[in-house]
């Protein structure tokens, strides 16, 4: 069965500093997807990643996707209020079906 | 363009009544998801379709049923509903089509109490 992990659950950080959510899956998918909850929101797409070795950047965010180690990356850059949210990464369960596999959820909350 | 637009937003419905949610897909999108959203099991894929066809099905019992109809919209059905269905339902569509990248654009989602 495939599993999509993230870490950490939780994340408080000051503003203007860096960090990095960690996405881990379990299938051979080589496409992962980003993508951002405010509390009692929708999920809005953040970033779609189709092949190993791409990177985006929007903003202060930056992912990437190593799909040989089965990991994808979310850094935050000087991290700033507006920044706090659940951020999610997506699998496709197997490539191509279209059923997408949600990880835990990383908890962003950016303290002035 | 519009976006993915759920109805009702918000609905309370007692333990064995049944529900129906409904999903208006953006305009030319010929897939639509379904998700289940709770605090303990997080967003969990119900079921896809693609039109009118279910292709994939995540595993919930057989009371959580779904449609597509020729315009793309959708329906979801809950029936006997248990106090374990209070979740946020969401709905995604996507193009899907050759070569798409398969992105998903969720609606607000309909929250469902059940008490």
């Known amino acids: 069965e495939l599993k999509v992990e993230q870490n950490p659950l939780f994340l408080s950080m000051q503003e203007g500093k860096n960090y990095t959510i960690y996405c881990n899956y379990s299938?051979?998918?080589?496409?992962l997807y980003w993508y951002r909850q405010d509390p009692g929101k929708s999920l809005e797409s953040l970033f779609v990643?189709?092949?190993?070795?791409a990177v985006k950047q929007e903003g202060r965010l930056m992912a990437s996707l190593d799909t040989k180690a089965r990991l994808s990356t979310l850094h935050i850059t000087a991290a700033v209020h507006d920044l706090s949210a659940t951020y999610f990464c997506?699998?496709?369960?197997?490539?191509?079906?279209?059923?997408?596999?949600f990880g835990t959820g990383t908890r962003l909350k950016v303290l002035a | 363009k519009a976006g993915v637009t759920q109805t009702p937003r918000y609905l309370i419905k007692t333990r064995g009544q049944q529900v129906t949610l409904s999903c208006s897909p953006i305009?030319?999108?010929?897939?639509v998801s379904w998700y289940q959203q709770t605090p303990g099991q997080g967003l969990q894929f119900l079921f896809e379709?693609?039109?009118?066809?279910?292709?994939n099905k995540g595993n919930f019992p057989g009371r959580f049923s779904g449609r597509q109809f020729s315009n793309s919209r959708s329906e979801m059905n809950v029936s006997t509903l248990e106090l374990g269905d209070s979740a946020l339902y969401l709905c995604?569509?996507?193009?899907?089509?050759?070569?798409?990248?398969?992105?998903?654009?969720f609606g607000e989602g309909s929250r469902l109490t059940v008490l």
């Open positions: 995604a569509s996507s193009s899907h089509g050759q070569g798409e990248a398969g992105e998903l654009f």
């Open positions: 299938t051979t998918s080589d496409r």
């Open positions: 990643l189709l092949s190993n070795g």
């Open positions: 997506a699998v496709d369960a197997t490539s191509g079906t279209y059923k997408y596999i």
């Open positions: 305009s030319g999108h010929r897939s």
């Open positions: 379709y693609f039109s009118e066809t279910q292709r």
